[in-house]
């Protein structure tokens, strides 16, 4: 924003000139005083209104007078224009912080920080910067999704919500943001690092909370083009259509299509990945809306080898899959085979409706389909070692594009498919009821059904090495008697049952808030292991109350504090109650009677929200029973994880964030966290008592800075995260490590149909650091302790230096 002082003379001709020049701005808001006089108002129904304050009254025009016209000086503030993708230039922090209401530790990044990187980053990519948030990339474009932790707790422990709806597997809590929204079309996201809320739809939300939203519709018809290429042969188109408000109905829409291809940053491999994300809008009264938004996602994407730091000294970056194919076992790291492809189809509808003056209602129906899988090669003989859950296969198997063992017997390379099929449907309802100005209460039902195939089958490969069908569905391997060859089969369909209620009151005229209420969870697995063994039926059933309090108190505009104290579960993950049978025999037992992870958390905290700083600090406090970790299953290439419990854990630390609102056209940003996260007791026999919890870095921070005339812009970030542990006995860890980002851009001039072009290069890992991004599986220990042999954890190893050039014009 800008200040102008503009001289004038109060005439009729002045008034007009000034109007005209100033109605040029898209815009502008001017501080008033007084009312001039004779000024020809505005209509209603403009978009920019303009009012003028004289420093001293103005004198009126007398007809046939002599008298001199008077000079006035108008203050005029001009605001920048929105630009094509929806950047403002005005939210504190570059688009990092905003002011927040809610009694707990809330961090939001909008779309002034969003549509400023590149439109390939994953949302886990956006967030990376918040207090608490370590984010763990595995590739520049995040299409390969990474881990993410809050305070040192994993993805599994974190609810994540798209739209109202639950976006994880309800089996194993597994998320892959990228999968849902186009950047472009993203509006907001939010990160509340503590825990769940009493209405989140989630079974394990104890870890907190990251839920994102779509932009709401234009009023306008119009749309946007992007276009982008960068390093790695990386190529994206994205082009959206809004309707405009249709009539007069009140409804109003978007459809977006986006395509992108690129090559593996790192050794032979590429990803194709098309989506589609629409929404619309129908709003009526003071405060009702119905939404309908959806997103469908078909992609084929790299895999990543598992990583150890063994082979991280060893290999570096060069530790990767093979480029040419050979026969025999070495051929199962060829590239081809080690794919991920996956469609995924969410829908969700919610809506907000104004029943009477003291009675709402909001519903929010989803449903979500997912299907794909992620597989590896596996070098088979059609009579040698083969198994069928526990029984040994003894007759000879059909084996296509077999050779010879030398033997008797042939041998074959196939496509092992660890295939997910899942069927999600559900609805959060809540009524909330004013009993007077400072009294409301609130009653809410979550329904949530799931039908949930697992299966790890095998089909044919070619003798050049290409699967006969990447999704293993075409001419599976099988005995002859027709039964298929899996390693995995299980069905499990999940119930979920959540009531909840509470009530919220006000008091000392508004400034102090209290919510308390109770949220009572039921949970059914129920679900069947095809394979012959032990085991058939699988029942699991939970029941958890959880109680929450907080209250927020607001001193004046500018200061809040805020104190909160919330419980939590984590029900078990479906693979840890089957038996996994990988070689011979059952390699890992199944545990049916696991209990759920409990957490109690508590945190209070301080808000400023002035005319140049947004600021908040805060103090939090865990204690876990039966904490749950997840870990991958040796043997299945990262695909099979069950949950280790590692009994009891406190945590304590302090978060702060900081941004400014815009001074000389800069809005810089920072974070900090420190946490102090133990293990209460020891593990599998091991001394782990008293050990630094897994994933749980001591120190974090970031740093952003953002600088926008409204013509020209750039920002920068730093973020650095000190060493995370990646086992129970703190054997082993990644160094601390830092990595940077840059963009840089300019908007252009309009012309004919093509609205506010503008361009951008973004710069991702600036400095090309060598490092590993991430802990993507853990273990107890990795050097043998006390007679338990160690077994290696696994890495995620952080993308290089990657340049994203994009176009951007609306229409």
């Known amino acids: 924003m800008m200040r102008v002082s503009i001289k004038i003379t109060t005439n009729l001709r002045s008034y007009a000139c000034l109007l005209a020049c100033t109605s040029a701005f898209v815009s502008v808001h001017a501080y008033a005083q007084k009312p001039i006089k004779n000024l020809p108002m505005r209509h209603a ?198 309707t405009g408000e249709v009539g007069h109905s009140g409804v109003r829409a978007y459809i977006s299509y986006a395509n992108q291809q690129d090559d593996a940053w790192r050794g032979p491999g590429h990803d194709r990945i098309w989506n589609m994300d629409w929404k619309a809008v129908k709003e009526w009264g003071d405060d009702s809306r119905v939404t309908f938004v959806g997103a469908y996602r078909d992609s084929i994407e790299n895999t990543w080898p598992s990583t150890t730091m063994a082979d991280w000294k060893t290999y570096g970056r060069n530790f990767t899959w093979d480029r040419k194919y050979v026969f025999g076992p070495e051929g199962q790291n060829y590239w081809r085979l080690n794919r991920n492809p996956y469609d995924n189809l969410l829908l969700s509808a919610p809506s907000h409706i104004t029943l009477t003056n003291h009675w709402k209602l909001d519903v929010t129906p989803y449903f979500w389909h997912g299907y794909g899988n992620s597989s590896t090669g596996a070098f088979i003989n059609n009579t040698n070692g083969n198994f069928l859950g526990t029984e040994s296969i003894t007759q000879s198997l059909h084996l296509p594009y077999a050779q010879p063992a030398g033997d008797g017997t042939t041998n074959a390379m196939t496509l092992m498919a660890f295939q997910n099929d899942q069927y999600r449907g559900g609805f959060t309802a809540k009524t909330d009821y004013r009993i007077s100005s400072h009294h409301d209460v609130y009653l809410g039902w979550w329904f949530d059904y799931s039908n949930d195939h697992d299966s790890v089958i095998l089909s044919p490969v070619t003798l050049n090495g290409n699967p006969i069908n990447i999704f293993g569905e075409t001419d599976n391997i099988k005995l002859a008697n027709g039964q298929l060859l899996a390693n995995q089969n299980i069905s499990t369909i999940t119930t979920v049952n959540a009531l909840f209620a509470g009530e919220r009151a006000t008091y000392f005229d508004g400034k102090l808030t209290v919510d308390a209420g109770l949220k009572v969870a039921m949970v059914n697995r129920n679900g069947t292991n095809e394979l012959p063994g032990p085991q058939y039926k699988v029942v699991l059933n939970d029941f958890q109350p959880l109680p929450a309090l907080s209250a927020r108190y607001q001193f004046s505009k500018e200061h809040q504090i805020f104190a909160s104290v919330s419980t939590n579960f984590r029900s078990p993950t479906t693979p840890t109650l089957y038996n996994a049978y990988y070689g011979h025999g059952i390699s890992v037992q199944g545990i049916t009677n696991m209990k759920d992870e409990y957490s109690i958390s508590e945190e ?111 920002n920068y970030s730093i973020r650095y995260v000190s060493r995370q542990y990646s086992t129970f006995m703190n054997d082993e860890y990644i160094p601390g490590y830092y990595d940077m980002n840059a963009s840089v851009g300019a908007r252009m001039p309009g012309y004919g149909p093509m609205k506010s072009p503008m361009i951008q290069l973004n710069f991702i890992n600036l400095t090309n650091n060598n490092y590993l991004s991430g802990v993507q599986s853990v273990t107890t220990n990795a050097v043998t302790t006390h007679g338990v042999q160690g077994t290696a954890p696994d890495y995620l190893i952080a993308p290089g230096l990657a340049i994203v050039a994009t176009l951007k014009a609306g229409f």
């Open 604 to 714: 209070i905290g301080y808000r400023y929200n002035g005319p140049l700083l947004v600021a908040s600090a805060t103090y939090f406090h865990y204690n876990f029973t039966n904490r749950q970790i997840q870990s991958v299953i040796p043997g299945t290439n990262g695909a099979e994880t069950v949950d280790i419990n590692a009994g009891g854990q406190t945590s304590d630390g302090v978060s702060i964030e900081v941004g400014t609102r815009p001074f000389w056209h800069f809005r810089p940003y920072v974070s900090g966290q420190y946490l102090h996260a133990t293990i209460d007791n020891n593990i599998a026999g091991l001394p782990t008592s008293g050990k630094t919890a897994v994933r749980s870095p001591r120190w974090t921070g970031a740093l952003g800075i953002d600088w926008d005339n409204g013509m020209f812009f750039w």
């Open 45 to 242: 129904h403009d978009a920019s209104p303009i009012h003028m304050r004289p420093d001293k009254p103005v004198q009126p025009i007398l007809t046939g007078a002599a008298t001199k016209p008077a000079e006035e000086k108008i203050i005029v503030t001009l605001r920048r224009h929105r630009s094509v993708d929806g950047v403002t230039g005005l939210q504190p922090g570059g688009g990092l912080i905003k002011p927040e209401t809610a009694p707990k530790s809330v961090s939001t990044v909008s779309r002034d920080f969003i549509q400023k990187q590149s439109p390939a980053q994953n949302p886990l990519q956006l967030v990376q910067l918040l207090p608490g948030v370590v984010v763990g990339s595995a590739d520049p474009f995040g299409v390969t999704g990474g881990t993410i932790s809050l305070r040192g707790l994993d993805q599994s422990e974190m609810a994540i919500t798209w739209e109202g709806a639950p976006a994880t597997d309800v089996g194993v809590y597994t998320i892959d943001t990228s999968e849902f929204a186009s950047n472009e079309d993203l509006e907001d996201m939010s990160v509340q690092q503590g825990s769940s809320n009493l209405d989140t739809p989630t079974i394990n939300g104890s870890g907190g909370l990251l839920s994102f939203r779509d932009r709401d519709p234009s009023h306008k018809i119009g749309g946007l083009v992007t276009l982008g290429y960068g390093s790695f042969n990386y190529h994206r188109e994205f082009v959206r259509l809004d």
